[in-house]
């Protein structure tokens, strides 16, 4: 749980904060307007809202399936599966589009937490004294990148008009695949760097004591 912590928090927050980009890059040729990347990035943002949880359930359920238990997580996927339907219907008036990525995202979120709660009423799993301080670390880390994110990245300058952004970034997919990238990379620098600052250390993953 905690490798998912460490490279999904920031995956998730890089996701939502770079949506318009991403979309931008891969798809806002032609026909594909500014609009329309705005409003697949309003579904993308809300549906990676739930990576983090989407991935918590690959790794939770096999301590499931290891005691040969498949029903449990099968009652909680219909509960998921239920809440999803019952969350679509309420969010797509308010939301459109999105209310139907954000139902995903909640429904993900509710068997993860069910599939934990299971795992430690069962004493199976506990989550140690030492998670506090891996927990604060990583936020700190995390919010140094997200505000960094922030400061840098200006959505509005990916939606193109006439061949060029706000600020002149040329249209063509090679500059904005380069700005892209390069984005990413000083995102993911200084979540590491952050991350080192704040006192992790990346062994601190290959302790296999119980709750860790």
């Keep these: ?74 009652r909680f996927g219909i509960y998921s599966v239920i809440s999803n339907i019952v969350l679509s219907l309420l969010l797509v008036v308010p939301l459109a589009h999105a209310g139907i990525a954000l139902a995903t995202t909640l429904s993900a979120y509710l068997n993860v937490a069910l599939l934990l709660a299971a795992l430690i009423r069962q004493n199976i799993y506990r989550f140690g004294a030492e998670w506090g301080v891996f927990t604060a670390r990583v936020m700190l880390a995390n919010l140094a990148m997200t505000a960094f994110l922030w400061q840098t990245v200006d959505a509005t300058d990916w939606l193109f008009a006439n061949g060029l952004s706000a600020d002149g970034l040329s249209a063509s997919g090679l500059d904005r695949s380069a700005r892209l990238l390069w984005t990413i990379f000083e995102a993911a620098l200084i979540y590491v760097v952050s991350l080192f600052i704040a006192g992790f250390r990346f062994g601190h993953l290959l302790n296999k004591a119980r709750g860790t």
């Design 1 to 74: 749980l905690k490798l998912v912590f460490v490279a999904g928090a920031p995956a998730t927050i890089g996701l939502v904060m770079l949506a318009n980009p991403l979309l931008s890059t891969l798809f806002q040729y032609n026909a594909f307007d500014a609009n329309d990347v705005m409003m697949s990035g309003r579904s993308l943002q809300t549906f990676a809202l739930g990576l983090l949880a989407f991935v918590m359930i690959k790794v939770v359920v096999p301590g499931f399936t290891a005691r040969q238990d498949a029903r449990t997580p099968a």
